[in-house]
């Protein structure tokens, strides 16, 4: 079947799409956005986690059919998501962020599929800053789990991001027992948490400066 | 206090930023962080095809028959794959045995075992296939035990044993056994004034990474393959995989992808050759991703354990001697199974001064899952035990347990078991001491204004209890973990280091075969580029096969092994660095021949500070590239009948100390807080390694109260397969955990660092079940606990 | 495999009709499991999230009738006071993300013994809505629901398109045990109503039965003992031992199993320790209220 939804803000559309597939591997297989993770499929992990019409679920719980017409917000958006947040929640300030950086394409979203072997070929760390990354302009929450030291082995982190950034839409003062409840559906094996902990209120502090 | 040990002073690099010394951010923190980090599962090609496999729905069968005709007629399948389309005579593989078969050979010998492969254009044409495979089984008894194997009319799980074990076990369902005797335990025990024993169980504990074990084979027009593959040790795999597949090694080549954690269980391999086998066979690239049921088979488990202990000690808090047993079930392939049971030999007493000691530890084939490397390898189940009868000794003497610790800890040139002297510092009773002086945390802070806040009590979310039958308890535990491959192990890595310079700007890069995890690997590499070339500019090459083996990512080994070989790499890069400066300005300055010489700032400068040069005019468009081996100083094999050997190479110590609250009615155990402290030796990257103890702190608390695959005794099959069934802990289980890192330096390591990954992840366990048994009064003699042993009703 | 998409509540009866093996699917938390792990391959996904409908809720006079696809999430948030049972149950449902997509009639169509709603429902009292093509709109009362093990009253062509519950009357509590501190399926769980207006007490237990069930003896002696003693007005203490008896009926009313979750023993005792619990939270409740009411009158 045809599957047309919007991601990220761009229109996507994947053909000969198997009726049993879940938004999860549509989004991995077919649209190259790979960056929700399949961890468990199950929904036991929340490696998938994206916004579904704003609600964050667990994308290997969605049936492809059931994204049809609906409106999915991935890591690979979630920078550009909080910056269209920040620009409506102030409207006055002048834009100073230039030309917007149609980030909802992980590598390759345009029209093929999955993460392209040159890409992983090309994978290097460039140690350019090793203080403050390499300039790529990110949302707050995915500064803050660089910077706090949240990220280790690094799957877990995309569904937490998404996750996370949620909560902090919803409520920008968590209390930790808070952050514990938001981010109860979100394993992590590597970390032991207490830094995904640091990097959630160090990005509610920066939100909290910034307003 | 006595000294117990120094810091580590560094002086070239010294004033160089992003060296080593700072917590420096992950150079591929940003691409993990934008979903832009290619792991092992997202790896696509065009017109590649999916890999599936058939496994063994039993644990224990001969294969009467096998037909996958219907399956290779089904539209859309491209290859289907059994023992009889092996293309070599080599058609097992194993890390140190070579008993693994890549697929069934007429048996299977335990649950989950692949049978046959297939390839298809769809996951789900992959999966239809494999259900038309028809395989018929003859079903033979399990051994499932120690008596099970050892009975006299035992099935053997291997026949036809001739591995170089084989000869010293007592019987061939013993894999490996390795006794140490050392002193008259005998004698000892006589001056003893109190003699406790106990048993313990140890539960079955899955590494439960999160990134599936996946990966992508392509075919390569020279008749060979590439793997882009998730593991923990590029060159192992490839050792093991060419000749199965009948290629010399240099047409397989290895890249590392991305990988989603490992904690020992991406040492052995799992779908590398079946991959590598479908791509040959179809000619077309070939990815296969494990969902989690499949991954929970695919991969080995930590050893589950039974452990004898018998401890003395004299009135006045002294070990008189220590007897023990330890059992291990290595499942029904030998894995790292022999490793294992060497280290839980040899780190059997713990951290402690013990003259007299009788040890047996071994390992058994039989029909449950296999069982390998995880996080701690064998010093996990042995740390359990021997801080549960310490706990129990002290009660007897009626001491203070940190106290009756302290008396018998061990210090730098204490004797091993093994007879082997701790020859680096060994704070353990200085551990024990800062974690015990910590501040405890606040009693009953589940109260608030508004009434108890579920989340933070036994049973969080689910409500079970606004405070009634919550008790507090507290618990302390030490543990002690070898570092790096043991017992005679050529234990090396290889790193190539190029310094050249590129629009006038100086840059490093680093290229090793080291699986980068989530450790942190990399980001260590860049500093002790920066630190020992001075220069800021570093880019890590992407991991693989065309540099030497950096040997495995796990045995806490990489920052001092692959680290060392960095380090040793730009040490030597420097050096001819220096020599071409003095070679075309020797003469333009005397310093270049007197002073002691650094590279600082992209600059030669005498250890004065004055500048001779910058690399950009000694280097001009001339790079250096070196690539070297590095290894550390060589152990020796424990002996066969003594256990007497110097098989260790380095120790690694960390403290617990567990606060909990137990719904006593329910058995429901919340941990509160969980303290360590740990010697790191130096920490070259402080957030990176508080950032491993705390997540091997939590793997420590999951094996204490959830973590278990549960086997079925009767059948040996894996009955909780799933994330649903196989609890890890969440954020809502996982407390706050204070960590003290003391920085003592080992003189034999680089920069006197210690490996970090695994000494935080033993003492964790037992501190919690001391908490428990603190809060319960209960004895509590196997983990994890669950409510069922809390409330009598198991 | 085919996809049926409905955009109204009668082209889903009609699709059901048509198709009555086809598996429903809404929030997805329990059917996309099955296909992915290949438990599961029927011939047709009839898709409901389309059917903006079963999105809504409504409050009536005795009961709320609470559309089938109502995610949790939205239960705890906006029906706490009508359906505190159920919105503490709701509350224990796995992780945000499912909450967020999960609702009341993916559990009573799945009518797992572990699912969370069901021993709210059972206590606080309850009706399903159920429908077909062919003979319209039935009710099926709670208690005549759950016929086996993960097997409802629902007839082939039949679909479920809300569930009336009772409005709180009185306090009511829910209580879970899981082998974790959250994203955990029950081993056992347990509900309780206190409805002051009938003087009736209503149980509901998950989990330890083949199907979730009411301890009837454990109401009706609770009910008995709190009449006899005059508490309802009073508001007094509910005495130990009633409350004793009352943990050891409930404790009775479980027929568990052994498996990986838990031992039938343990379900037995934790269903007894939750039901004494939730009494005293319910009673202290019940009599708060009435001393804020007295206060105030």
Redesign the interface.
């Known amino acids: 079947?045809r599957v047309t939804f919007t991601v990220n803000g761009r229109p996507q559309e994947a053909d000969d799409v198997?009726?049993?597939e879940?938004l999860l591997y549509v989004l991995?297989?077919r649209l190259?956005?790979?960056?929700?993770?399949?961890?468990?499929?199950?929904?036991?992990?929340?490696?998938c986690?994206v916004r579904?019409d704003g609600?964050?679920?667990?994308s290997?719980?969605?049936?492809a059919?059931?994204a049809?017409g609906r409106e999915i917000v991935?890591?690979?958006g979630?920078?550009e998501h909080a910056r269209e947040r920040a620009r409506a929640a102030a409207p006055r300030t002048s834009d100073t962020t230039g030309a917007s950086d149609p980030?909802g394409s992980?590598?390759?979203a345009s029209g093929t599929?999955?993460?392209?072997?040159d890409?992983?070929?090309a994978?290097?760390?460039?140690?350019?800053?090793?203080?403050?990354?390499?300039g790529?302009e990110?949302a707050p929450v995915?500064?803050a789990?660089?910077?706090a030291?949240a990220?280790?082995?690094?799957?877990?982190?995309?569904g937490l991001?998404v996750?996370a950034d949620e909560m902090l839409e919803r409520n920008p003062n968590p209390s930790d027992?808070d952050?514990?409840?938001?981010?109860?559906?979100?394993?992590?094996?590597?970390?032991?948490?207490?830094?995904?902990?640091d990097a959630v209120r160090l990005a509610a502090a920066r939100q909290g400066e910034a307003v | 206090m006595p000294a117990i040990g120094a810091p580590t002073r560094i002086t070239q690099g010294s004033r160089t930023?992003?060296g080593i010394g700072?917590?420096?951010?992950?150079?591929?923190?940003?691409?993990?962080?934008?979903?832009?980090?290619?792991?092992s599962?997202?790896?696509?090609?065009e017109d590649m095809l999916w890999g599936h496999i058939l496994r063994s729905t039993v644990a224990h069968a001969e294969i009467v028959s096998l037909d996958t005709s219907e399956a290779l007629a089904q539209p859309g399948v491209y290859a289907v794959l059994t023992y009889d389309d092996l293309p070599t005579e080599v058609r097992n593989y194993g890390l140190e045995i070579q008993d693994t078969p890549v697929l069934a050979n007429g048996k299977v010998r335990h649950h989950g075992e692949p049978v046959a492969l297939v390839a298809a254009d769809?996951p789900?044409t992959a999966r239809r296939a494999a259900a038309r495979i028809r395989v018929e089984y003859r079903e033979l008894p399990v051994i499932t035990d120690e008596s099970s194997a050892t009975a006299p009319d035992a099935v053997l799980v291997h026949e036809n044993r001739d591995d170089h074990h084989f000869a010293h076990v007592p019987h061939p369902n013993i894999l490996h056994r390795q006794p140490i005797v050392r002193g008259d335990a005998d004698a000892a025990a006589a001056r003893a004034d109190v003699i406790v024993r106990g048993e313990y169980t140890f539960g079955m504990q899955d590494?439960?990474?999160?990134?599936?074990e996946s990966g992508?084979a392509?075919p390569e027009e020279d008749g060979g393959v590439h793997l882009?593959i998730a593991t923990q040790w590029l060159h192992s795999d490839l050792r093991q995989i060419a000749p199965v597949l009948g290629l010399p090694e240099d047409k397989v080549r290895m890249?590392l992808?991305?990988?989603?954690?490992?904690?020992g269980g991406r040492e052995d391999l799992s779908m590398q050759i079946h991959a590598c086998l479908l791509a040959l066979r179809t000619g077309k690239p070939v990815k296969i991703?494990y969902?989690?049921f499949e991954s929970f088979f695919g991969h080995v488990h930590r050893h589950p354990a039974r452990l004898s202990y018998e401890h003395g000690a004299t009135r006045d808090g002294r070990l008189t001697h220590v007897r023990c047993r330890i059992v291990l079930d290595g499942g029904a392939y030998a894995s790292a199974s022999p490793a294992v049971v060497g280290n839980a030999s040899s780190l059997s007493v713990g951290p402690y001064v013990v003259e007299d000691v009788d040890i047996e530890a071994l390992a058994l084939y039989s029909n449950n899952p296999p069982c390998g490397a995880m996080r701690g390898f064998g010093a996990v189940q042995a740390c359990f035990a021997y801080e549960a009868q310490m706990d129990k000794v002290a009660a007897q003497l009626g001491m203070d347990p940190v106290e009756f610790r302290r008396i018998n800890a061990m210090e730098q040139g204490t004797l091993l078991p093994t007879g082997q002297a701790v020859d680096s510092p060994a704070p353990v009773a200085e551990l024990l001491r800062r974690v015990k002086a910590m501040p405890l945390p606040p009693e009953r802070q589940w109260e608030s204004s508004e009434g108890a806040?579920v989340?933070?009590l036994p049973g969080?979310?689910s409500n079970t209890t606004h405070g009634e039958g919550v008790v507090r308890g507290i618990g302390y535990a030490v543990g002690i973990k070898n570092v790096g491959f043991s017992e005679g192990f050529d234990d090396y890595s290889t790193a190539k280091v190029r310094l050249e310079v590129v629009g006038g700007r100086p840059v490093a890069i680093v290229h090793t075969a080291m699986a980068e995890?989530?450790?942190?690997g990399?980001t260590v590499h860049?500093?002790i580029a920066?630190t020992e070339l001075g220069v800021?500019?570093?880019?890590?090459?992407?991991a693989d096969t065309q540099v030497g083996s950096a040997g495995s990512t796990s045995a806490s080994r990489q920052t001092y092994v692959t680290g060392g070989a960095v380090k040793n790499a730009c040490e030597l890069v420097r050096e001819k660095v220096l020599e071409i400066g003095r070679r075309k300005f020797g003469t333009h300055h005397p310093a270049w021949a007197t002073a002691e010489l650094l590279l600082e700032g992209g600059k030669v400068v005498t250890d004065g500070g004055e500048v001779l040069g910058t690399l950009a005019d000694v280097l001009e468009d001339e790079g250096v590239e070196i690539e070297a081996e590095w290894r550390h100083r060589p152990t020796q094999p424990f002996d066969l009948r003594t256990g007497q050997g110097n098989g260790h190479v380095q120790y690694s110590f960390a403290a617990h100390r567990a606060v909990v609250e137990v719904d006593t009615e329910l058995g429901l155990v919340k941990v509160v807080e969980l303290a360590c402290a740990q010697d790191v030796g130096k920490a070259l990257n402080p957030?990176?390694v508080?950032?491993q103890i705390?997540?091997?702190?939590?793997?420590g608390l999951g094996i204490a109260v959830m973590e278990e695959i549960i086997v079925d005794p009767k059948t040996a099959k894996v009955r909780n397969p799933?994330?649903?069934d196989y609890l890890?802990p969440?954020?809502?289980d996982?407390p706050?955990?204070p960590v003290d890192v003391l920085e003592l330096a080992d003189d034999h390591a680089p920069y006197g660092l210690r490996g970090i990954g695994e000494a935080p992840t033993l003492s964790s366990t037992p501190a919690v079940l001391a908490a428990i048994r603190n809060a319960t009064g209960l004895e509590l003699n196997r983990t994890p606990v669950r409510p069922e042993h809390l409330t009598g009703t198991a | 495999?085919?996809?049926l998409?409905p955009a109204s509540w009668e082209e889903a009866l009609a699709a059901k009709a048509e198709h009555p093996t086809a598996v429903p699917?809404a929030?997805?938390?329990d059917?996309?499991?099955e296909?992915?792990?290949d438990h599961r391959?029927p011939g047709h996904?009839l898709?409901l999230?389309r059917i903006g409908d079963l999105y809504d809720w409504e409050r009536g006079e005795r009961s709320v009738r609470l559309g089938a696809s109502v995610p949790y999430t939205r239960i705890m948030s906006e029906l706490r006071a009508d359906l505190p049972g159920l919105a503490l149950a709701a509350h224990t449902v796995?992780?945000?993300?499912?909450r967020?997509?999960g609702g009341v009639g993916g559990n009573l169509g799945t009518a797992s013994p572990a699912g969370d709603a069901h021993p709210a429902l059972l206590a606080a009292g309850a009706e399903v809505e159920v429908a077909s093509a062919a003979r319209g709109t039935r009710m099926i009362p709670i208690d005549a629901f759950y016929t086996g093990v993960k097997r409802n009253a629902l007839e082939p062509d039949e679909l479920i398109r809300a569930v009336h519950v009772r409005r709180a009357d009185g306090p009511q509590q829910f209580s879970k045990v899981g082998t974790r501190?959250?994203?955990v399926i029950a081993v056992c769980a347990f509900g309780l109503a206190l409805h002051p207006e009938t003087r009736t007490v209503r149980t509901g237990i998950g989990s330890a039965a083949p199907t979730p069930v009411r301890a009837a003896a454990a109401e009706e002696f609770l009910a008995a003992a709190l009449e006899e003693g005059g508490h309802w007005e009073s508001g007094k203490t509910v005495p130990p031992s009633v409350a004793r008896q009352f943990a050891q009926l409930c404790s009775g009313a479980c027929n568990p199993i052994d498996d990986v979750r838990g031992t039938a023993s343990y379900r037995r005792h934790a269903v007894g320790v939750m039901a004494r619990r939730t009494l005293m939270w319910t009673w202290e409740s019940y009599r708060g209220a009435r001393r804020t009411t007295e206060g105030a009158a």
């Open positions: 079947m198997w009726e049993g879940s991995r297989e190259g956005l790979p960056g929700s993770k399949n961890a468990c499929e199950q929904g036991e992990c929340g490696s986690t579904l609600v964050p679920v667990c290997c719980l969605v049936a059919g059931q049809e991935t890591v690979e979630l920078a980030s992980g590598p390759g599929a999955g993460t392209p072997l890409a992983a070929r994978w290097r760390a460039h140690g350019a800053d090793p203080h403050t990354g390499d790529t990110l995915q500064q789990f660089i910077d030291g990220v280790q082995c690094g799957f877990c982190t995309p991001l996750a027992a952050i514990r409840e938001a981010l109860s559906g979100n394993l992590c094996r590597c970390t032991g948490y207490e830094k995904i902990m | 930023r992003g700072e917590s420096t951010l992950r150079p591929d923190g940003t691409l993990k962080v934008t979903g832009e980090f290619a792991y599962s997202d790896m696509w090609h769809h789900e590494q439960a990474f999160l990134g599936p992508l392509v882009y890249t992808a991305g990988v989603g954690g490992a904690f991703v969902n989690r806040d989340r933070q969080g979310l995890v989530g450790q942190g990399v860049a500093q920066r800021t500019q570093v880019t890590i090459h992407p957030l990176s508080v950032g705390q997540g091997g702190t939590t793997q799933s994330f649903t890890i969440t954020i809502l996982t706050t955990i | 495999m085919d996809f998409r699917i929030g997805g938390t059917v996309m499991v296909i992915n792990f391959r996904l898709d999230t796995a992780s945000p993300q499912i967020n997509r501190n959250a994203m």
